[in-house]
């Protein structure tokens, strides 16, 4: 396919099933390869969308900065739309994101601002609340807001949704996908909830994320704080881009189930997954273990694992950080 620029080859990834790691020989499980994205990972999608929108409704002006707050993916595809448009980037991110992330924003240009993982939501040094405040001292710029932001949500309504239900000629019955901002798993679950309401969605969180305990008692705890490696996932307040209410079951993980399905996946099936990508898939086997009959889940693989190479499959750094991951 001939594009005539970088951003038009956005969306349209591939859909492959797994053929080693389904524990039910009923329930086929798809994965949907999102680090096929031009930057490497699902929030290409909403990065183009959100900055498209803003360009049209006047927000965001010619030789405008944009800050964004980012545990990495969606900074690079800010920074590669950035460079593309001309706009200057300066993004926020905690101290737990890998420096293959970090250096990938540096190479396109990006000014980056790395925060403390332990910064709770309201310290001013969390990097949300650093992103607002840059966002605040610097005339004409433009913050993407992923984690408010409704476009969020309406860019994989309008996009990851309806791909998935062609791919799959309508035939999908359950979606797996954690989160982070939430967008995916609102947006792909709205889209296809609606074109079938007996499609469920299932959404895996880790221990120490909000999420869960939001989801089970509509309350947030005080202890979360995203003390968890795995990156880009899980939250420690609620998101205005998330929408419980597509949502009818929820797991937790841990750092283990996740890396250590990540590591099985580039075993078993070839294919290179980072570790929200490995948590997907491991609550997508949960829910195969579970189901009753044929059903077909789809989940995202939202970034490459060549961004974790100093972590997920290091096994020194998973010793250091004590985590048992096969």
Not at 72 to 85: D, E
Not at 108 to 129: F, K, Q, R
Not at 256 to 281: P, Q, W
Not at 288 to 299: C, H, P, Q, S
Request: aromatic share 8%; glycine share 8%.
């Amino acid at each position: 396919m001939q594009a005539l620029s970088i951003l038009d080859t956005v969306g349209n990834t591939p859909l492959v099933k797994l053929q080693n790691i389904s524990p039910n020989p009923e329930v086929e499980i798809y994965v949907k390869l999102e680090f096929m994205n031009p930057s490497g990972s699902v929030k290409d999608r909403i990065v183009k969308h959100i900055i498209e929108d803003a360009e049209k409704t006047g927000q965001l002006k010619p030789g405008a900065t944009i800050v964004e707050n980012t545990s990495g993916n969606t900074g690079a595809a800010t920074a590669m739309i950035a460079a593309i448009k001309g706009y200057k980037a300066i993004l926020t991110m905690p101290d737990k994101v890998s420096l293959e992330k970090q250096n990938a924003l540096k190479a396109l240009g990006a000014e980056i601002v790395v925060c403390p993982t332990s910064a709770g939501p309201h310290d001013p040094d969390h990097y949300v609340n650093t992103a607002r405040r840059i966002a605040s001292e610097i005339p004409n710029s433009f913050m993407i807001n992923q984690y408010d932001n409704k476009k969020n949500p309406e860019a994989h309504y309008l996009s990851t949704g309806p791909e998935i239900w062609q791919q799959t000629n309508g035939e999908v019955t359950h979606y797996v996908a954690s989160g982070s901002t939430g967008g995916s798993i609102s947006g792909v679950g709205k889209y296809l909830k609606e074109q079938n309401p007996d499609i469920k969605i299932v959404m895996p969180d880790p221990f120490g994320s909000i999420y869960y305990d939001y989801f089970k008692t509509g309350k947030i705890i005080e202890q979360g704080a995203c003390t968890y490696h795995v990156e880009g996932v899980g939250e420690d307040h609620i998101a205005k881009a998330m929408d419980f209410t597509v949502v009818d079951k929820m797991y937790q993980f841990n750092d283990s189930n996740a890396f250590t399905m990540a590591r099985k996946l580039a075993r078993t099936e070839g294919i290179f997954a980072g570790g929200t990508g490995g948590a997907n898939v491991w609550g997508a086997v949960q829910l195969a273990k579970e189901i009753k009959g044929k059903a077909i889940i789809v989940t995202l693989i939202p970034d490459n694992g060549v961004k974790y190479m100093t972590k997920i499959f290091n096994d020194q750094w998973l010793s250091e950080n004590n985590i048992v991951a096969d």
